[in-house]
């Protein structure tokens, strides 16, 4: 089928059948857009014309996707993500910002990892700046995705079904048990779970899979019971390890400073579960900018010296 897509798709049919499958209303769709419903519906229409085939079924309830439609609707996200981007490497050459490089990271990675990684930057690279987002993998892809991050470091997962994106291993991030350095658990030889059950547990809150890993964790060696708290904020949970007799399990990389400095110390114990693998997590279809790839190289630089950073 002879489509000429290049000269009749226009960025409006683009824009309507994105935010249609994401809002999953045509009604609601219509108010994002700032456009009437009935003249939505015709901008669908006239779209799926041109790709010659029905996106989505119509109902009373509002709208579902067809099986042509999930294969529109991937294009369509990936063409929309590529304009973003050029809108972006546009704006950062207008503003003079050529060697921006914007990192998202998880938690354990932006304390343990990437202040000392910034540090080589400066010495060897110093042209190249770094913008950092810290949030959970379930909230940096999003931006991944729509082109504000160039890449995001922190624990990898395989992908559940396949995706736009290529996941390369550059180090492991065990999960691990820590206290003050003068917590009466470091005095018993071979401390065992029984030991462990007399102290609370405090838990970190990061991504939703790590935060599953943490609870089978837990479940396995039967101290469910012994959590107390959970909270987002490294500094609280800091706080409470240095003043008090709870236990902490996390990747090491969130208490990286302490441990480093001898205040925190991690318990001589072997957390059971297979290897936690970790590294930089990029768009398959997206061409990094020389600032990205020399961030990228520093990065493998660093960690083939010192493959466990923590």
Same mark, same amino acid.
């Not at 294009?75 to 704006?91: E, F, G, M």
């Not at 790590?210 to 490294?234: D, K, W, Y």
């Given at each position: /089928?002879?489509?000429?897509?290049?000269?009749?798709?226009?960025?409006?049919?683009?824009?309507?059948?994105? $935010?249609?499958?994401?809002?999953?209303?045509?009604?609601?769709?219509?108010?994002?857009?700032?456009?009437?419903?009935?003249?939505?519906?015709?901008?669908?229409?006239?779209?799926?014309?041109?790709?010659?085939?029905?996106? %989505?079924?119509? #109902?009373?309830?509002?709208?579902?996707?067809?099986?042509? !439609?999930?294969?529109? $609707? &991937?294009?369509?996200?990936?063409?929309?993500?590529?304009? &973003?981007?050029?809108?972006?490497?546009?704006?950062? @050459?207008?503003? !003079?910002?050529?060697?921006?490089?914007?990192? *998202?990271? /998880?938690?354990?990675?932006?304390?343990?990892?990437?202040?000392?990684?910034?540090?080589? /930057?400066?010495?060897?690279?110093?042209?190249? #700046?770094?913008?950092?987002?810290?949030?959970?993998?379930?909230?940096?892809?999003?931006?991944?995705?729509?082109?504000?991050?160039?890449?995001?470091?922190?624990?990898? @997962?395989?992908?559940?079904?396949?995706?736009? @994106?290529?996941?390369?291993?550059?180090?492991?991030?065990?999960? $691990?048990?820590? *206290?003050?350095?003068? #917590?009466?658990?470091?005095?018993?030889?071979?401390?065992?779970?029984?030991?462990?059950?007399? +102290?609370?547990?405090?838990?970190?809150? /990061?991504?939703?899979?790590?935060?599953?890993?943490?609870?089978?964790?837990?479940?396995?060696? &039967?101290?469910?019971?012994?959590?107390?708290?959970?909270?987002?904020?490294?500094? @609280?949970?800091?706080?409470?390890?240095?003043?008090?007799?709870?236990?902490?399990?996390?990747?090491?990389?969130?208490?990286?400073?302490?441990?480093?400095?001898?205040?925190?110390?991690?318990?001589?114990?072997?957390?059971?579960?297979?290897?936690?693998?970790?590294?930089?997590?990029?768009?398959?279809?997206?061409?990094?900018?020389?600032?990205?790839?020399? %961030?990228?190289?520093?990065?493998?630089? +660093?960690?083939?010296?010192?493959?466990?950073?923590?």
């Amino acid at each position: /089928m002879d489509r000429r897509l290049q000269q009749r798709l226009k960025m409006r049919m683009l824009r309507a059948v994105e $935010c249609i499958e994401r809002e999953k209303s045509l009604l609601k769709a219509s108010k994002e857009l700032g456009v009437t419903q009935p003249a939505l519906t015709r901008t669908l229409h006239e779209t799926e014309t041109i790709l010659g085939g029905r996106i %989505f079924e119509r #109902h009373s309830r509002g709208i579902t996707i067809t099986e042509f !439609g999930e294969v529109a $609707c &991937n294009a369509v996200r990936r063409v929309l993500t590529q304009v &973003n981007r050029i809108d972006r490497d546009l704006d950062r @050459f207008l503003a !003079g910002d050529t060697t921006l490089v914007a990192v *998202g990271a /998880m938690p354990p990675a932006a304390v343990g990892l990437l202040p000392e990684l910034f540090g080589k /930057m400066r010495t060897e690279v110093p042209h190249i #700046h770094a913008q950092l987002t810290l949030g959970s993998m379930e909230e940096l892809i999003p931006l991944l995705n729509d082109g504000v991050l160039d890449m995001i470091v922190g624990r990898l @997962f395989p992908a559940a079904i396949p995706d736009e @994106f290529v996941r390369e291993i550059l180090y492991y991030e065990p999960l $691990c048990i820590i *206290g003050r350095t003068e #917590h009466p658990v470091f005095a018993i030889p071979d401390a065992t779970t029984d030991d462990l059950a007399e +102290y609370r547990f405090i838990l970190p809150n /990061m991504s939703r899979l790590v935060e599953q890993e943490i609870e089978v964790v837990l479940a396995t060696m &039967n101290l469910t019971r012994t959590i107390e708290m959970r909270s987002a904020s490294l500094p @609280f949970l800091r706080e409470i390890l240095h003043t008090s007799n709870h236990l902490l399990i996390s990747p090491p990389m969130t208490m990286a400073g302490d441990l480093k400095r001898g205040t925190l110390r991690r318990l001589d114990f072997t957390i059971p579960g297979p290897p936690r693998p970790a590294g930089l997590l990029m768009r398959r279809d997206y061409s990094l900018s020389a600032a990205s790839q020399t %961030f990228v190289e520093t990065m493998r630089a +660093y960690l083939r010296e010192r493959p466990h950073p923590f």
